[in-house]
C-alpha cells in the first residue's frame, strides 16, 4: 500500500506541475499574439479603456502595412508570417524608444500606443519613422517588393475620448491616407 500511495502522490504532483504550465501557456495565449508575440487586440482595448477610464491622455498610431497580400499571394504564408514577426519586432523597437505599447490587432494591422499628451509634431515624427522602419527591406533574398505602411493617428484629447470612437478616429485617419 505504501509503494502505491508514494506512486499516486507522485503521479498528482507531476500532473499538477503539468496543470499549471498549460495554465501559463493559456494566459499567455490569451493575452499575447501566438505569431508576433505583442500584446493582442483585446488586451490592447483594455489597457486602452483603463487609460481613458482614468481620464489619461492617450495617442494611438493604426498601421496598416502595404502590399502584403502580395507577399503572401507571392511567396506564401510562411513567408508572410515571417515579415509580420519582423515588423512586429521593429515596432517594439519603435515603441522602447518612444515609451510606448506596441499591439497587433489582427491581420496586417497593428497600433502603437502613448500614454501622456504628445505634441502633433511628436507623433507625425514617430509615425514618420515608422514608415521609414517599416519600409526598409524584409527577407531581403526572398522579397523582391517593398513593404510600406500607411498609419492613422487619433487623440483622446482632440478626437474622441471613448476607446472604440478612438480606435474608429485612427482607422478613418488611415484609410484617408491610403487614399
Request: proline share 2%; hydrophobic share 40%.
Amino acid at each position: 500500500p505504501t509503494v502505491v500511495l508514494k506512486r499516486l502522490v507522485v503521479n498528482t504532483q507531476s500532473s499538477y506541475r503539468r496543470l499549471q504550465i498549460i495554465q501559463a501557456q493559456t494566459e499567455t495565449l490569451a493575452k499575447y499574439d501566438a505569431l508576433s508575440g505583442l500584446i493582442n487586440r483585446r488586451v490592447f482595448m483594455d489597457v486602452l479603456h483603463k487609460h481613458l477610464d482614468e481620464s489619461q491622455p492617450v495617442a494611438i498610431l493604426l498601421i496598416d502595412l502595404d502590399h502584403f497580400k502580395a507577399i503572401n499571394d507571392q511567396h506564401g504564408h510562411s513567408a508572410g508570417d515571417s515579415v509580420l514577426v519582423e515588423i512586429a519586432h521593429r515596432l517594439q523597437g519603435i515603441a522602447a524608444i518612444h515609451a510606448g505599447t506596441a499591439a497587433r490587432l489582427g491581420g496586417d494591422e497593428f497600433c502603437l500606443m502613448f500614454q501622456g499628451h504628445r505634441e502633433e509634431s511628436e507623433l507625425s515624427e514617430i509615425a514618420e519613422l515608422t514608415v521609414r522602419w517599416l519600409s526598409e527591406p524584409v527577407l531581403e533574398a526572398t522579397l523582391c517588393g517593398r513593404l510600406g505602411a500607411t498609419i492613422g493617428i487619433s487623440r483622446s484629447w482632440m478626437d474622441a475620448r471613448e476607446a472604440s470612437s478612438l480606435l474608429h478616429c485612427a482607422d478613418t485617419a488611415m484609410y484617408r491616407g491610403k487614399n
